[in-house]
């Protein structure tokens, strides 16, 4: 039962297959045959990075790699009860807390293919619309409301009124 659970490195990735090899440091360097990560998400972590591995007790050939442990020089960015986090190694990262119900996304770059927003827009900064820069206004080919609109300040028509 001893040699169900060893620790070794990252040696060798498949991304297409998702599986990797990995290295037994303390059996002589021994290197195990291509394993799947035991994750729902696909993340396969660098070469030398620290992993445990999920043998069968009769099988050293059949194992299953668990996703790397946090350790004394790879803690937690934010341990706080109620985050979930997801780093993605390059500062880019998503964060939910639980308490306050708020989801962040940072990154250099965010797509979002439609986004329906039920609530309060708040844009604090630069809008980019389309590559180009506009401060302090928002730029669409249409906007809908069914509530009221207040405008403070000038109302420019570029088109007909009424349609």
Not at 30 to 39: I, Q, R
Not at 83 to 109: A, H, P
């Amino acid at each position: 039962m001893h040699d169900i659970i060893r620790v070794g490195y990252i040696s060798a990735v498949n991304y297409e297959e998702g599986t990797a090899q990995v290295v037994y440091k303390d059996r002589d360097n021994v290197v195990s045959p291509f394993f799947p990560f035991a994750s729902n998400e696909y993340d396969p972590p660098e070469n030398d990075t620290l992993v445990y591995v999920i043998h069968l007790p009769n099988d050293s050939t059949t194992g299953m790699i668990l996703v790397p442990p946090y350790t004394n020089g790879n803690r937690p960015p934010e341990g706080k009860k109620g985050i979930w986090r997801k780093d993605f190694g390059d500062g880019s990262y998503i964060r939910y807390d639980r308490e306050t119900k708020q989801l962040d996304i940072v990154s250099d770059n965010v797509q979002v293919e439609n986004l329906n927003i039920v609530g309060d827009l708040t844009v604090d900064g630069k809008l980019k619309v389309k590559g180009a820069v506009t401060t302090n206004s928002i730029t669409a080919s249409k906007i809908t409301t069914s509530g009221d609109v207040h405008i403070k300040g000038n109302l420019s028509v570029d088109g007909t009124y009424p349609t």
